[in-house]
């Protein structure tokens, strides 16, 4: 039977994040909704900690951590703030891609400047997943490269892409044309003068401390060299689950701190002579959101040891993509529940749980 205890090493990582989620994310989480971005002062305070710089030390990273590890600490910034958190996993996905499935050429290009004490603050990277048609699903993956002579074409279209309007590197998800599956699956870094139609996600339901833009693309050239590794290589495919364990340990992070900030409030809200949790609608609605969150959070640790792991492909990808879509469910039902349970108190902006509400709903 497997065991998903964190080691030490883990659990001092795993507190690291907490004590910085809570000191620093959620205090910030309002401000920087309100502001649309990270604070340059936050995102230095995070480089300092190594969090955001898991790469070879020999580009210097801090040193490659593994998926589980990584995991607990996106929960734990999920905790914080989902908007923070995206903002600061959107913006490494661009160069841990680059990490998993780039040459060293490439590697040693778009990794450094993430490291280097003086721009790693202010670098941002992307990672173009999601298209307007489908969701965070590798089958929905439908935009398209066709090789033609030295350049590639792409065709299609991306959503919610974190940073993609001003990243380097931006990177972007695609299948070979005529091919389905994960085999055909690719990953190109877009050049600066790349034709791109470039739209921004205005008016967003949730999220807005994450900036993104939506892609279209209309025969878009790019070169061959711009490809990251070989068409098909095992580490697309890595790369694109990662965004997608991360994702998922950010929803349950944003479930446990609704279900947390809702289990205070009942019971220090009196009504009739009694804490509301004392109610048996209140007391079972909160025992649930417990139960699906700890459940969600086995199916990520299992789906993040067998990425560890270097599991098949189609078992990866299965338990990746479960373990997402239940986390997305359990945020979004929990901090749901957690409105209610305050009343019209969860829609107050005093309180973070319309907030975290939003932010569940738009990271479907």
Known sequence: MLDFSPTEEQEEIRRLAHSIAVEQLRLQGRSSENNGDISLALMQTLTQTGL???????FGGSGPIDAFTYALIAEELGFGDAGLAMNILGSMMGPLAVALAGNPGQQEQYIVP???EQSAMQVRGSLAFAERTGGYSIGEISATARREGQDYLINGTKRDVIHGERSYPRVVLVRLEGTT???GLCAAVLPEQAHIQIERDEQKLGLLAAPSVSYAFNETAIPASA???EPGNSGVLRAALLY?????????GTARAALEYAGKYAEERIAFGRPIVSYQGIAFMVAEMAMKLDAA???????AVNWDRAAEPELLVRDVEAAQHQALKIAQSATIDAVQIMGGAGFMQDHP????????AAME
Request: charged share 20%; net charge negative.
């Open 227 to 229: 490809l990251l590794g």
């Open 244 to 252: 997608s364990l991360l994702r998922a340990g950010v929803a349950c």
């Open 114 to 116: 993430f490291c280097d």
């Open 353 to 360: 749980v319309e907030m975290w509400m939003r932010n569940a």
């Open 52 to 58: 955001t710089t898991p790469f070879p030390e020999a």
């Open 181 to 183: 599956g994960t085999d």
């Open 297 to 303: 959070r086995l199916l990520l640790w299992n789906a």
